[in-house]
C-alpha cells in the first residue's frame, strides 16, 4: 500500500523528533552505577559455599560460566525463573529462553526440544525444578526418538519452592508444597521425605544421567553431558529455603479470619502494603 503524502509528512516529523532525542547525563551514569552494583551482587550470589545442599544459585552460576556465548539457557515455571531472570549474564539475543509470562509448568523438557530443532548449532541448557519435571518428563522419550540433545539441569529441592515461599509469606507455612510423607498422629504433611528417585526415573526413558552431589561435581558433569550425543539429564540436589530475595511485593489476598497466628500477622502486613500501592491509568 503506497504511502499517502499526510502519513509521509508525519512519519518525517517523527523522525526529526527522535534525531533530537537526547538520554539525560545523569540518567545514563545512575543506570551504570546500579548496573555496577548488581553486577557485583550477582558474583556473591554465584560464589561457591561449599554447605550442602547448594543453593539455586550457585547452580545457576556454575551453568552460565560454563555456557558459551551463543548456547542457551531455558526454564519457565517456579523460582527458578526468577533467579535467572536476576543472575544470568546473556551473551546472545538468542541465548536466554524463559517462558514466565504465564508459568507454564512442564515446558521445559518439550521446549528444549523445539530450541535444539530451531538451532542445532547451539548448546540447549535445559534449567528444571523438580515440580516441573514431574509434570511432563515424557518428553525426554521424544528427545532420544528423534536424537535430539539437550542437556537437563535438574534440580530438586523435594517440593516446590516458588508457591511454598508465597505460602510461607501469606503465613500459610508452605502447607502441602513439600514431597513429604503424612504423619499419622498429626495428619500433617511433615514426615520422611518421599523417595523419588529422579536419576532412576531419567535412565527408564532413556536418557544419560549424571548425578551430582555439589557444584565441583556439577561442572564435571557439565563437561561431560557437553561430549554426549543423547540427551543428558544432570540431577542435583538444592537447598529449599535458601533463595534470591524478591525485591517487590506481590499481592496475593490473605485470609481475614484466621486461627493461626502467622497467618494474622501476614495480613496485618498485607493491609500496610495496600496502603502503599500506586495505580497507573
Not at 79 to 97: A, E, M, V, Y
Not at 221 to 233: G, I, P, S
Not at 246 to 275: F, H, M, Q, R, T
Request: aromatic share 10%.
Amino acid at each position: 500500500m503506497p504511502v499517502t503524502s499526510d502519513a509521509r509528512v508525519c512519519l518525517e516529523e517523527l523522525l526529526s523528533l527522535l534525531a533530537d532525542f537526547r538520554v539525560p547525563e545523569e540518567y545514563i551514569e545512575r543506570t551504570a552505577a546500579v548496573n555496577k552494583a548488581w553486577d557485583k551482587q550477582v558474583n556473591e550470589f554465584y560464589k561457591v559455599s561449599g554447605s550442602l545442599p547448594v543453593t539455586q544459585a550457585e547452580v545457576v552460576g556454575a551453568v552460565n560460566e560454563f555456557a558459551g556465548p551463543r548456547d542457551v539457557v531455558l526454564c519457565a515455571a517456579g523460582s527458578l525463573p526468577g533467579d535467572l531472570h536476576k543472575l544470568w549474564r546473556t551473551k546472545d539475543p538468542k541465548g536466554f529462553h524463559l517462558e514466565y509470562g504465564y508459568s507454564t509448568m512442564g515446558y521445559e523438557c518439550a521446549a528444549g526440544i523445539g530450541a535444539k530443532m530451531a538451532c542445532p548449532d547451539r548448546e540447549i541448557f535445559v534449567m528444571v525444578g523438580d515440580g516441573n519435571y514431574l509434570m511432563m518428563n515424557n518428553e525426554i522419550v521424544t528427545a532420544i526418538q528423534e536424537k535430539v540433545k539437550v542437556t537437563i539441569i535438574l534440580l530438586n529441592n523435594n517440593g516446590f519452592g516458588s508457591i511454598g515461599g508465597l505460602s510461607q509469606s501469606i503465613g500459610s507455612e508452605r502447607f502441602g508444597t513439600k514431597y513429604r510423607y503424612r504423619e499419622e498422629k498429626t495428619g500433617f504433611l511433615t514426615g520422611e521425605k518421599l523417595p523419588v528417585n529422579f536419576a532412576q526415573n531419567a535412565r527408564s526413558l532413556g536418557a544419560h544421567v549424571i548425578e551430582a552431589t555439589d557444584i565441583d561435581s556439577l561442572k564435571k558433569a557439565l563437561n561431560e553431558a557437553k561430549k554426549q550425543t543423547v540427551t543428558t539429564v544432570i540431577t542435583i540436589e538444592t537447598d529449599l529455603y535458601k533463595g534470591i530475595p524478591g525485591y517487590a511485593w506481590w499481592e496475593v489476598a490473605v485470609a481475614e479470619v484466621s486461627g493461626i497466628e502467622s497467618v494474622g500477622n501476614a495480613y496485618k502486613s498485607y493491609i500496610e502494603n495496600k496502603k502503599k500501592q500506586r495505580y497507573h491509568l
